[in-house]
Structures are given as structure tokens and as C-alpha cells.
T-cell receptor, first 113, second 111 residues
Framework: KAGVTQTPRYLIKTRGQQVTLSCSPI?????VSWYQQTPGQGLQFLFEYFSETQRNKGNFPGRFSGRQFSNSRSEMNVSTLELGDSALYLC????????????FGPGTRLLVL | DQQVKQNSPSLSVQEGRISILNCDYT??????FLWYKKYPAEGPTFLISISSIKDKNEDGRFTVFLNKSAKHLSLHIVPSQPGDSAVYFCAAQEYGNKLVFGAGTILRVKS
């Protein structure tokens, strides 16, 4: 089975711009979660989507949003980019059910100048 | 408020010996725990997990121990190999699929 894929892998933006990141989960996985990794804050949960609905949300401002499509692919959007948004953005997918392991993609490295 | 803590930022171990990585948590509602291995600029790779109804889970060279009363878990790697050198993250699962991660421990296995 193919793993979780994320595009693009690298991105450079300037302050004030917006960005959209994409994630394709493992086939058959319906839950997609997004995480942000920074040197200062570590790995932090952004939100989770399941069957096209946001099921859970972390403590991030409204500039961070996401959605999930009927094929379980997910996108996250960050509007009005700030320097502090520079990070590795990770997507993880898991099979339906509870206590299912989350498998991560390679991440998108975003640099905001 | 750090709910998952990995108090050792780094650990150095000789090849062939045991590596023990520790993790403490504060939220008694956590009932599923996972260990991930991560290289820089890559996504975490799942290693092993344990449900709160168990106190031990083994998978090859990796064993995870859970002490619920102490809110402590540990990952044992035996024998350690140079390829095990990476950052190891402990994670606890909350409601839904939200994972709460520790800060990570850098493991260096010397040959």
C-alpha cells in the first residue's frame, strides 16, 4: 500500500500571503489529522477530519483551516501568513475505528519570509 | 501545560547495549500510547503502541512498558544499532485521533 503523501514538499512564501497544503491518506483510511512541528513548540495538533467533517481542533488561530474531500484527501490552508508559521506541517491518516495507529506523511516544509 | 513529558533531551548508548527511553504523562484520560521515530525533515515513523489495558507490548527489538499508577511508560530497544539513531517521540492519544506529543529524545547509538 502506498503511504501518506503530501504536496508540495517545500514552499517559500512571504508574510501576508496564504498557502494551501495537500495530503492524500493511505488507501482506506478515512481520518486525516494535521500537525505543526516547530523547534520551539514541538509537534502540535492542528485538526482532524473524518468523513469530510472536522472532528477535533487544536489550539490554533482561525487563520488555520482545513477541509476533507469525499475521497478522504485533505487540504489545509493558512491565511495571512506570519513569520512564526514557518514550520514542518505533517499530515497523518488512520483507519476507521478507535485506537487506530496514525501514519505520517513526509511533511511540507513551509518557510515564511 | 505539558501533558506528555520526555525529560531526557538526549541519550547516548553503545551498539549492542540496551536503550531505554522514558516518558511521563499527567492526563489520566489518556488510554493509548505510541512511540515514533523521526529523522530531520521527515515525518515520524510508527514504532510500537500500547493500550492502557496492557502493561507490556513487544515487537522484535522494541518493547514498551506502561505503568499506569505512575503514569509512566518506557521504550526499550535491545540490542541497539547505529541505525536506531534518531529522535524518539512518545505520544498519547486523546479523544478522537488527537495525539499529544512529548518533546522528543535524541538517541545516539555509537558503534
Amino acid at each position: 500500500k502506498a503511504g501518506v503523501t503530501q504536496t508540495p514538499r517545500y514552499l517559500i512564501k512571504t508574510r501576508g500571503q496564504q498557502v494551501t497544503l495537500s495530503c492524500s491518506p493511505i488507501s482506506g483510511h478515512r481520518s486525516v489529522s494535521w500537525y505543526q512541528q516547530t523547534p520551539g513548540q514541538g509537534l502540535q495538533f492542528l485538526f482532524e477530519y473524518f468523513s469530510e467533517t472536522q472532528r477535533n481542533k487544536g489550539n490554533f488561530p482561525g487563520r488555520f483551516s482545513g477541509r476533507q474531500f469525499s475521497n478522504s484527501r485533505s487540504e489545509m490552508n493558512v491565511s495571512t501568513l506570519e513569520l512564526g508559521d514557518s514550520a514542518l506541517y505533517l499530515c497523518a491518516s488512520s483507519a476507521p475505528g478507535t485506537k487506530e495507529t496514525q501514519y505520517f506523511g513526509p511533511g511540507t516544509r513551509l518557510l515564511v519570509l | 501545560d505539558q501533558q506528555v513529558k520526555q525529560n531526557s533531551p538526549s541519550l547516548s548508548v553503545q551498539e549492542g547495549r540496551i536503550s531505554i527511553l522514558n516518558c511521563d504523562y499527567t492526563n489520566s484520560m489518556f488510554d493509548y500510547f505510541l512511540w515514533y521515530k523521526k529523522y530531520p525533515a521527515e515525518g515520524p515513523t510508527f514504532l510500537i503502541s500500547i493500550s492502557s489495558i496492557k502493561d507490556k507490548n513487544e515487537d522484535g527489538r522494541f518493547t514498551v512498558f506502561l505503568n499506569k499508577s505512575a503514569k509512566h511508560l518506557s521504550l526499550h530497544i535491545v540490542p541497539s544499532q547505529p541505525g536506531d539513531s534518531a529522535v524518539y517521540f512518545c505520544a498519547a492519544q486523546e479523544y478522537g485521533n488527537k495525539l499529544v506529543f512529548g518533546a522528543g529524545t535524541i538517541l545516539r547509538v555509537k558503534s
